[in-house]
């Protein structure tokens, strides 16, 4: 199958984030299976506006633009895919350009729909899948459609390790990643080691309410 795989955000290596590690696996993974996947990001670096700068990756294709929507349509007819899969970044305008052109087009939701960036249509060429339960319920209230839920693809192997089950790793303490609930399960079991590492940005009233909580927790480093 040719998959193309399309976010209007920066890529690795320029944006290293947890999605972008995700769409590195997912792309690996499907290369691996046999199929043809060419991917269309976002780019940072100083370009032309049409000009899309093209990678051969570990067996995908990677295209950088720093427009990539202006570069969809024609990417697209090149490439000539058989389904497209919008993972992150204008998501609206990505699927709906994909849609013009009668492509099947599948949108992948990693988090929560926070604001109202999609006004989702209803199309039997459009399939909503999530990376959770908890995500799915947040597209069906936000949207009112139905998201299949998929968890993200990981490839264990660059990830597993022999460990003593006595230290648990929190990355990104922030509201939304759960860091309360963290601390809830810190508080049940003193016998455990809690690490928490930062990773986004943080304000410094949030990273204050947050160290003020772990003073109550003499199981919880920080690191920053």
């Known amino acids: 199958m040719k998959i193309l795989i399309a976010t209007s955000r920066p890529f690795l290596p320029e944006h290293y984030t947890g999605q972008n590690k995700t769409i590195f696996e997912l792309c690996n993974g499907l290369a691996k299976a046999g199929h043809s996947v060419d991917v269309l990001t976002g780019w940072d670096t100083p370009s032309s506006e049409s000009a899309v700068y093209r990678e051969d990756v570990s067996g995908y294709r990677l295209y950088r633009s720093a427009k990539p929507l202006k570069a969809l349509s024609s990417l697209s007819l090149t490439i000539r895919p058989d389904v497209a899969l919008v993972m992150d970044g204008d998501v609206e305008?990505?699927?709906?350009?994909?849609?013009?052109?009668?492509?099947?087009?599948?949108?992948?939701?990693?988090e929560p729909p926070w604001q109202h960036f999609l006004h989702a249509e209803v199309s039997p060429r459009l399939v909503h899948i999530a990376s959770s339960d908890f995500v799915a319920k947040h597209v069906n209230a936000f949207y009112g459609v139905r998201a299949e839920i998929i968890p993200?693809?990981?490839?264990?192997?660059?990830?597993?390790?022999?460990?003593?089950?006595?230290?648990?790793?929190?990355?990104?303490?922030?509201?939304?990643?759960?860091?309360?609930?963290?601390?809830?399960?810190?508080?049940?079991?003193?016998d455990k080691l809690f690490t928490v590492v930062e990773s986004w940005g943080l304000s410094s009233e949030w990273k204050q309410y947050c160290l003020g909580k772990l003073m109550h927790c003499g199981n919880i480093e920080w690191l920053p």
């Open 93 to 110: 305008n990505l699927s709906s350009t994909l849609l013009k052109l009668r492509l099947p087009v599948v949108i992948w939701y990693f």
């Open 152 to 190: 993200p693809y990981i490839a264990n192997t660059g990830y597993s390790q022999q460990n003593s089950g006595e230290h648990v790793l929190f990355m990104n303490p922030v509201r939304s990643k759960g860091f309360e609930i963290m601390l809830r399960v810190a508080q049940q079991r003193p």
